[in-house]
């Protein structure tokens, strides 16, 4: 399955085999920005402008709930490869993290100083990075929403980032500073910067 994301508030859902468009997902109010799917295609999950993100059945694009108690507007969502934890980030500085069955609020990540910009997240869900305007990665335990280790050493803003299965090893970009660090993903150890 390939999902698309349109400006009308709505994103399409695309046999990724033919290219026949299957659903239209509507239901929100503004823009979508972002969209994740699970790995094993159950779940997808869309983040707004509109202060929510929306879980949908990713076999059959019914929408199954709204996520909402951001202060601002959603920003990007993460999902574990089960579909079993959500992550949303959002422009208050602060990440949640929900039940992906019930969509309960479990978690606030709350460490950065700028927006959060960016999420990773192991597919067992052990660990959730947090990027953020203010130059950082937060490496988080997944299970109960401890602070790990800050994560410094870009001299700008964190576009993209990602890490491992296992979560051994992280990288971290950011465009500004022209620069990608690959870090030990238990220790937060730079290995290597890429320039």
Do not use: C
């Not at 390939?2 to 400006?7: D, E, L, S």
């Not at 949908?56 to 934890?85: H, M, P, Y």
């Amino acid at each position: 399955i390939i999902t698309g994301v349109r400006k009308d508030n709505t994103a399409i859902v695309w046999d990724g085999r033919t290219g026949e468009k299957l659903w239209t997902l509507q239901g929100h109010r503004s823009e979508v920005f972002s969209l994740v799917l699970a790995a094993d295609g159950s779940r997808i999950v869309t983040g707004s402008y509109g202060k929510s993100a929306i879980v949908w059945d990713g076999r059959t694009g019914e929408k199954l709930r709204t996520l909402q108690g951001r202060n601002d507007f959603t920003v990007i969502a993460a999902i574990t490869a089960d579909g079993s934890r959500i992550v949303t980030s959002s422009d208050d500085e602060t990440a949640i993290v929900w039940d992906g069955s019930t969509g309960e609020k479990l978690y606030t990540l709350d460490g950065h100083a700028d927006s959060v910009i960016e999420l990773a997240v192991t597919p067992d869900g052990s660990r959730i990075l947090t990027g953020s305007f203010d130059k950082t990665v937060i490496v988080w335990d997944g299970r109960t929403a401890e602070k790990l280790r800050t994560l410094e050493g870009h001299s700008s803003w964190i576009n993209s980032m990602g890490m491992t299965p296992d979560g051994s090893k992280i990288v971290t970009n950011s465009i500004d500073d022209k620069a990608v660090i690959l870090r030990d993903g238990q220790t937060g150890e730079n290995l290597r910067v890429l320039e």
